[in-house]
């Protein structure tokens, strides 16, 4: 089963905009991830945000985490043409548990 | 670091057709998933291993997919007999047991079409 909903399942701008996507859960999570997947390629771990904590930062992306409204956001700013691809968050109820994948958000960056 | 290798990229057969994928793991992960991704859809849980075991095979329809992974390190997929809706993509992806969290690396995938 799905975990739960990326919103939106689509987004289009342009070069140097920022981008955000949402995610929403459903169950009591460890950890929260985001992935992003190239057209035809697997996916890539992006950042990772612990189920304690707020806020994470890593270069152009930002994640916040908020457990109460089981929801999480990705931001990517100063979006370049190659950050084109889907995101994926993902979420595991305890360490050792299999990763569980939301519908994911594709994106385009246009130039 | 060698990633997760899968084979083949691509396939294609006629509903009833049996196939098989394989992975070859990132040296050294204990655990070992296969998903697999519909067009357009996040991916979904097939099984886990950890090491020849399996952890969790809940969604895996066992009527016609079947997995086992070798000596804790290889694994195979098999589809048998293949419906139209088993089209998708097949990833395979590989975790450290020794994290304290799942940080899963994946395949390229294989991607399967059923006429």
């Known amino acids: 089963s799905q975990q739960g909903e990326e919103d939106p ?59 109460s409204k089981k929801s999480s956001s990705l931001l990517i700013t100063a979006s370049r043409a190659a950050d084109t691809a889907s995101y994926f968050c993902a979420t595991d109820e305890e360490a050792g548990t299999a990763l569980i994948f939301g519908k994911g958000t594709t994106l385009s960056v246009s130039s | 670091e060698a990633g997760v290798a899968q084979s083949p990229r691509y396939k294609i057969i006629e509903k009833r057709q049996s196939v098989a994928f394989w992975c070859n793991p990132i040296s050294g992960h204990a655990t070992l998933y296969w998903y697999q991704q ?11 291993f950890q090491n020849n075991g399996v952890v969790d095979d809940s969604q895996l329809p066992k009527d016609r ?40 690396f994946f395949g390229q995938g294989t991607r399967l079409t059923v006429v």
Not at chain 1, 58 to 64: D, F, K, N
């Open chain 1, 9 to 67: 399942q689509a987004l289009s701008i342009q070069e140097g905009e920022n981008a955000t996507m949402n995610c929403s859960y459903k169950t009591s999570i460890n950890n929260l991830q985001w992935y992003r997947q190239n057209s035809g390629r697997g996916l890539v771990h992006l950042i990772l945000i612990r189920s304690n904590e707020r806020e994470k930062h890593s270069g152009r992306l930002r994640v916040t985490l908020d457990t």
């Open chain 2, 38 to 48: 519909i067009l357009g859809q996040g991916p979904k849980l097939l099984i886990q």
């Open chain 2, 65 to 104: 997919f079947s997995a086992e992974r070798l000596k804790g390190v290889d694994s195979t997929l098999k589809i048998q007999p293949a419906k139209l809706e088993d089209s998708a993509v097949y990833l395979c992806a590989s975790s450290s047991y020794l994290a304290s969290y799942t940080e899963a």
